[in-house]
Antibody, heavy 124, light 108 residues
Framework: QVQLQESGPGLVKPSETLSLTCNVS??????????WGWIRQPPGKGLEWIGT???????YYNPTLKSRVSMSVDTSKNQFSLRLNSVTAADTAVYYC????????????????WGKGTTVTVSS | EVVLTQSPDTLSLSPGDRATLSCRAS??????LVWYRQKPGQAPRLLIY???KRATGIPARFSGSGSGTDFTLTISSLESEDFAVYYC??????????FGGGTKVEIK
């Protein structure tokens, strides 16, 4: 059974960097075609895709966040990470990590397995 | 950017009723349309991909249809766990994929 678990600080100060990690169990982050992504959901609002990464390090980012986002993968730990810098209150949200099943070596751009999510609040 | 508009915002139905949810795209997305269900306090769950293909483990009461700009998710007979929010998502305009605003299915 594939499980994803987000971890990281629940409170980040404005202008600082939000850092989250997603630990993957029950699947191999190196598996051909598998991609891994982050989606967020502000309180009471809809879903926003942040970005997707392949085990090679190839990344795909939401253009509206691209200047502030970076993602990385640690294959030895079977986990991947998100960094979002210069955060403001508008970045307060539940952050989900998820699996993209992939299409050959490209992302499929939908998510078939999700973590439970972690709440991040941006406040001083 | 492809904009997805879901309707209605809220659907009030009873268990056993048939639910019909709509998702309209601002331009053609072929069949690159995905549906998720999100129960309160939980992560979304994949229901349908490529407009009509049921994801692994999704019961047959869920069906999707449509192509181009107009799509429908039908739940043939609502069960208690189906009272939730449903989101559509397009994967046509890569790398940016976008979600609709959601339809809430509530108990009447």
């Amino acid at each position: 059974q594939v499980q994803l678990q987000e971890s990281g600080p629940g409170l980040v100060k404005p202008s600082e960097t939000l850092s989250l990690t997603c630990n993957v169990s029950g699947d191999n982050i190196n598996k051909y075609g598998r991609h891994w992504g982050w989606i967020r959901q502000p309180p009471g609002k809809g879903l926003e895709w942040i970005g997707t990464i392949y085990h090679t390090g190839k990344t795909y980012y939401n253009p509206t966040l691209k200047s502030r986002v970076s993602m990385s993968v640690d294959t030895s730990k079977n986990q991947f990470s998100l960094r979002l810098n210069s955060v403001t209150a508008a970045d307060t949200a539940v952050y989900y990590c998820a699996r993209d099943p992939g299409e050959l070596s490209l992302p499929a751009h939908y998510m078939d397995v999700w973590g439970k999510g972690t709440t991040v609040t941006v406040s001083s | 950017e492809v904009v997805l508009t879901q309707s209605p915002d809220t659907l009030s139905l009873s268990p056993g009723d048939r639910a019909t949810l709509s998702c309209r795209a601002s331009q053609s997305i072929d069949n690159f349309l995905v549906w998720y269900r999100q129960k309160p306090g939980q992560a979304p769950r994949l229901l349908i991909y490529d407009a009509s293909k049921r994801a692994t483990g999704i019961p047959a009461r869920f069906s999707g249809s449509g192509s181009g700009t107009d799509f429908t998710l039908t739940i043939s007979s609502l069960e208690s766990e189906d009272f939730a929010v449903y989101y559509c998502q397009q994967r046509s305009s890569r790398p940016l994929f976008t979600f609709g605003g959601g339809t809430k299915v509530e108990i009447k």
